[in-house]
C-alpha cells in the first residue's frame, strides 16, 4: 500500500500547450473529464486515475485520435519539457535517449518502459503501476509517437518504426502508417514500439555534454529521494483522502493495510510531530476547498465526498476551519 502514495502525476505544461494546438480549451477538457478546475493550477499532482480521466475527455473531443496523436507531436517544443524529459533529447545517442527516458520517466509519472533489444529489433512496452485500466487511446498514442519523436528530432534522420502495436482503435490506420513509417496494429492487448536496433547506434546532433554533466547528477538524486517510499505521515494522509467518500477512515484499517499494528502506526505519527484526527481534520479542509473551488459540485456532496453523515455535520466543522459557511466561502471565492 505505500508504494501508491507514489501515485502523484504533475500534469507537464506541454499537456495545456498541446490542447491548444488542437482548438481545445483547457477547462472543457477538465469539465468533461468531471474533474475540479483546481487542476489547472493544481502543484501537488494528479493520481493516474484523474489523469487518465482528462486522456479520455480529450481522446472523447477530438474526431480523430490518429490526426490528434500527429499534431500534437509534430508540433510540441522541447522548451516546455521538464528537466527528466529535456536530458534525453540531449543524449549521446537514441540508445542513450531511450533509456535515460525510461529512468527519469518515473519522476514525472508512475509509468514503466520496458526496453528489451534482440536480434536485429528493440521492442518497448508501455506499463502504468497503478491502474488496471486501459490506457485512454490518446495517451498511448502520444508516448509512444514521442519515443519514436525524440529518435527524429536527435539524430536529424526521420527514423521508421518496424512495427507499433496499440490496445484499441486509433483512428486513421493509413495516417498513424504514414507517420510512423511502419505496419500499425489496433487491439494487440498491449501498447508497444518496435524499433530498428541499429537506429539505436546513431548519433545525436543535439548531443551535450557540458548540459547533460549539470542534469544527470542533479536527476539521479532527485530519483534516489522518489524512490524512498514517503513518511508514513504522507501516505497515511493519502489514504484517508481516498476513502473519504466511503465514510470516516479507521486508523486501525490503515493501519493494517500498511502492516503495522495500530499502536505503531500512532507512534510514527507522533514522531512526525502530528496525529490521525489531525490529518483526518487537515484533509477534509484541503478537499473542501477544492470541492467548493468547483460550482458544479453541489455543497450537499461535498459533505458526502468528505465522508459525513449529513450536511449539518459538515456545516460546524467548516465553521470551525474557515469561520464561515460553506455557501459564503464559494462566494467570496469563486
Known amino acids: 500500500m505505500t508504494s501508491h502514495a507514489l501515485d502523484r502525476i504533475k500534469i507537464p505544461a506541454g499537456f495545456w500547450l498541446g490542447l491548444r494546438q488542437l482548438d481545445i480549451a483547457p477547462h472543457d477538457v477538465v469539465r468533461k473529464a468531471r474533474l475540479p478546475l483546481t487542476v489547472l493550477t493544481e502543484t501537488g499532482g494528479v493520481t493516474t ?6 486522456w479520455q475527455a480529450l481522446s472523447d ?18 522548451t516546455q519539457l521538464p528537466p527528466s524529459v529535456l536530458a534525453p533529447y540531449h543524449a549521446r ?24 533489444e534482440d536480434n536485429e529489433l528493440c521492442t518497448i512496452q508501455l506499463e502504468w503501476l497503478y491502474t488496471e485500466g486501459p490506457e485512454p487511446s490518446m495517451l498511448s498514442g502520444v508516448t509512444i509517437a514521442s519515443l519514436l519523436e525524440i529518435g527524429r528530432r536527435g539524430t536529424g534522420i526521420p527514423l521508421k518504426a518496424d ?43 543535439s548531443y551535450n555534454a557540458e548540459l547533460l554533466e549539470i542534469l544527470t547528477p542533479a536527476l539521479d538524486k532527485m530519483l534516489d529521494e522518489y524512490q524512498r517510499a514517503k ?69 450537499k456532496e461535498v459533505a458526502f465526498l468528505l465522508g459525513y453523515e449529513d ?17 459564503n466561502w464559494r462566494a467570496d471565492n469563486r
Open 49 to 54: 486515475a484523474q489523469y487518465f480521466m482528462l
Open 61 to 78: 473531443m477530438v474526431d480523430d485520435p490518429a490526426a490528434g496523436i500527429i499534431k500534437m507531436m509534430t508540433n510540441f517544443e522541447t
Open 93 to 116: 545517442d537514441y540508445r542513450d535517449a531511450l533509456h535515460r527516458m525510461a529512468r527519469y520517466k518515473q519522476m514525472c509519472a508512475p509509468e514503466r518502459f520496458h526496453i528489451d
Open 163 to 205: 512495427r507499433v502495436e496499440f490496445t484499441c482503435s486509433m483512428g486513421d490506420r493509413q495516417a498513424l502508417e504514414a507517420h510512423f513509417g511502419c505496419p500499425v496494429h489496433f487491439h494487440t492487448g498491449r501498447n508497444r514500439l518496435t524499433l530498428y536496433r541499429k537506429d539505436l547506434d546513431r548519433p545525436f546532433l
Open 231 to 299: 513518511s508514513v505521515t504522507q501516505t497515511v494522509k493519502w489514504m484517508i483522502k481516498r476513502s473519504l467518500a466511503a465514510g470516516r477512515p479507521d486508523i486501525q484499517v490503515i493501519a493494517s493495510e500498511l502492516g503495522m499494528s495500530f499502536r505503531t502506526l500512532q507512534r510514527r505519527l507522533t514522531e512526525d510531530g502530528t496525529s490521525f484526527k489531525q490529518l483526518l481534520t487537515d484533509t477534509r479542509r484541503e478537499q473542501a476547498q477544492e470541492y467548493l473551488s468547483d460550482p458544479s459540485i453541489d455543497i
Open 311 to 327: 450536511q449539518n455535520s459538515f456545516y460546524r466543522a467548516f465553521r470551525l476551519w474557515e469561520g464561515d459557511t460553506p455557501s
